[in-house]
């Protein structure tokens, strides 16, 4: 097994990709060529990038519109707040498409600020995945941009910016890829997004960040103190920092920020989103955590869930009472229902606080709000747990390079970094198309972070230990996580935590394909 080298340095040089894009902006500008020191990488639209995408072949042409807007959002229970949405829907409308298929989205900005769309999970194209001064220009206020990619795999996935901390407003959406041959036997389906919010309560991200981005060394982030309530809070940005809040199945601290509402398809736990079924019906539900700062508990209750896939990857299946999904993670479950109304849960892991939606089969009173499903007790479900099934299992194969990416930085300085700096988008680890490359994270920090990687799956490798195939995984305070994939998607691709504050104040990294 041999070791990467160490980082490339471009002192001074802005990064950008060489070449043409395919799609363009309202500006018609391109992504302007990057000067090298010491090393060349591929172009995001570069010849390897559109080589690899025709050979994933192209089929029947999808066309969506997707206008990001300011909006009202009604949260329910009388709760209404001005956010940010795509077409005005909170979660935005799903997209669906069947593996194989070609995806042509054409973006309309309308909000105030700049903004991408990423496609998070998906093994797209380099130049079409919505890192803005990296993969494309970013999308201007009235500007336009398409993008056009075959999607290749089936799952379940979800779109997001890519642009400050703006997916902690409502901008997000569900994005199922079909598999044309679908193995799996049910009668429904219902898709479930949790999330933590707090725009449009006193507050914006932008206000928090701002508060966190100035250090947190006058807070005891270990004391006891305010911790946050069930979702009916508001005030400061200072009054949103979590003080006091633990997490043993985190490691410790669960997250830097007390949310005023946590949601089920965006509705609050008094006035819940109802999933309409029959009892001793098959359901597909597939849930995505598009929090910003929350990792959460699920649980249906008086249920036992099966789950079959992880981050959109089938596994080998496996019953839970609970799952545990941080940030950006996904699973699928089968369930069969039961006769009454059944509490879905997420619980804000060591916040203190619950969101819900309803399962409704037969007449009868719904629990209260406050209801805490006995299954949500005990240890959750984790990726750890799991094993990939055997089509999608990472074949056997030497290591070829080694990529270390120490996870730094604190509360007191809020100073979230890889390898002990903050993000710049002029330093890359090398890698080459055909390797097996393995990613050591290793988190030096006393928090804990879902690391997600572009582009790419991979596998959870540490010895002894199973673990799914995926793109995002929580990696605890204290622990290394080897994550095994193979190089055979070119181009410059971003590795991040998704904790948005903790990507946004530096702790995101890039690796790129050598030419």
């Known amino acids: 097994m041999s070791v990467s080298r160490r980082t490339f340095m471009f002192s001074g040089l802005a990064l950008a990709g060489t070449g043409a894009l395919a799609a363009c902006s309202s500006s018609g500008s391109a992504v302007r060529p990057v000067a090298r020191t010491g090393a060349a990488y591929l172009s995001p639209g570069g010849p390897e990038v559109l080589a690899a995408e025709q050979a994933r072949g192209a089929g029947a042409v999808r066309s969506v519109t997707l206008a990001a807007?300011?909006?009202?959002?009604?949260?329910?229970?009388g709760t209404v707040v001005s956010t940010w949405t795509y077409g005005g829907a909170l979660p935005g409308r799903p997209i669906r498409v069947t593996a194989g298929e070609v995806l042509d989205a054409t973006v309309v900005n309308q909000l105030p600020q700049s903004t991408t769309i990423h496609w998070h999970g998906l093994r797209l194209r380099n130049d079409m995945d919505g890192v803005p001064g990296v993969t494309q220009d970013p999308i201007a206020p009235g500007g336009r941009f398409q993008y056009r990619f075959t999607v290749p795999d089936p799952g379940t996935y979800w779109i997001h910016p890519h642009t400050g901390v703006q997916q902690d407003?409502?901008?997000?959406?569900p994005l199922i890829v079909d598999d044309p041959r679908e193995p799996l036997s049910y009668d429904a389906e219902w898709t479930v997004v949790?999330?933590?919010?707090l725009d449009g309560t006193g507050t914006t991200p932008d206000d928090v960040l701002a508060r966190l981005s100035g250090g947190m060394g006058g807070m005891d982030h270990g004391s006891t103190g305010a911790m946050p309530g069930n979702g009916n809070g508001g005030g400061s940005a200072e009054s949103r920092m979590l003080r006091g809040a633990t997490s043993k199945?985190?490691?410790?601290?669960?997250g830097d920020v007390a949310y005023t509402h946590y949601l089920v398809n965006g509705r609050v736990p008094a006035d819940p989103d109802v999933f309409q079924g029959k009892p001793g019906q098959r359901v597909r539900i597939r849930i995505l955590n598009a929090g910003g700062d929350t990792a959460f508990r699920v649980a249906l209750g008086d249920?036992?869930?099966t789950v079959t896939h992880a981050d959109g990857l089938p596994v080998r299946q496996a019953d839970a009472k609970s799952l545990l999904l941080g940030m950006g993670e996904r699973y699928d479950v089968l369930v069969t229902l039961g006769s009454g109304v059944f509490p879905f849960t997420a619980s804000a892991e060591g916040k203190n606080a619950l969101a819900r939606a309803l399962v409704r089969t037969a007449p009868g009173t719904a629990p209260d709000p406050d209801v805490r499903p006995a299954e949500l007790d005990g240890q959750p479900l984790v990726a750890a747990r799991l094993a990939p099934a055997e089509h999608v299992a990472l074949p056997a194969k030497e290591i070829d390079r080694t990529v270390r990416l120490e996870l730094t930085g604190g509360m007191a300085k809020y100073d979230w970094g890889i390898n002990g700096r903050r993000y710049d988008s002029a330093y890359r680890d090398p890698v080459q198309a055909g390797e097996r490359v393995r990613l050591?994270?290793?988190n030096k920090t006393a928090m804990w972070h879902p690391m997600h990687l572009h582009g790419h799956s991979f596998a959870m490798a540490n010895p002894g230990m199973g673990g799914a195939r995926k793109d995002t995984a929580a990696i605890l305070p204290g622990q290394t996580l080897f994550?095994?994939?193979d190089a055979d998607n070119p181009g410059l691709w971003m590795i991040h935590c998704h904790n948005v504050y903790h990507a946004e104040t530096g702790m995101m990294s890039l690796l790129g394909y050598e030419a």
């Open 303 to 305: 249920h036992t869930m």
């Open 194 to 197: 949790l999330d933590d919010w």
């Open 69 to 77: 807007v300011e909006t009202a959002a009604d949260l329910g229970a």
């Open 249 to 254: 199945a985190l490691g410790g601290d669960p």
């Open 169 to 173: 407003r409502g901008l997000y959406a």
């Open 483 to 485: 994550a095994d994939f």
């Open 440 to 442: 050591e994270f290793v």
